[in-house]
């Protein structure tokens, strides 16, 4: 059976091999959506390293049976939400890219602001409140705009210092 051959040869991958594979994969798609992917993979390894290899295996079981309400937010969060954030993101910054790369570290400090602002905005309007139904936020609300402005710019400096490091 070809399913039953391709779940084989895919758990009998390293996770280095499956990285490879990933980017790999990233790779091959069009040059304005690829930081769209690498966005979403970006929120999935914090996800992971910042806690997922140690807290979620044993905090996902337990909420399963206790609050499996939360269980399903908190699901919904990690697989779908929070990756969405990062594509959306990575989507900005491979779009801008283009019209901002001739500005030189001011152009790389907005398309990593713009990045961190599609972030926030998804993590303010739509993440928390999946997670804390009782914190509804408007789009009217000056204080989220306020939040989600200067830390957006404060994070887009942040990023756009370490990849300026990176690239010297």
Partial sequence: MPILRSIRSHFNRSLGE???????????????????????????????????????PIALPLLFFHDRHLFWQLMLTFSLLAPAGGFVGGLLYGLASPLVNRFGIVGTVLKFTLAAWAYLIVLVFVIIPVIEPHDRFTFRDAGDWVFIGGFGVVLGIAMAVGARKDAA
């Fill in 18 to 56: 499956t990285l490879l594979w990933m980017f790999g994969w990233v790779e091959n798609r069009p040059a304005a959506l690829r930081p769209a992917f690498y966005g979403a993979l970006f929120i999935w390894a914090l996800i992971l390293f910042r806690g997922g290899l140690v807290v979620l």
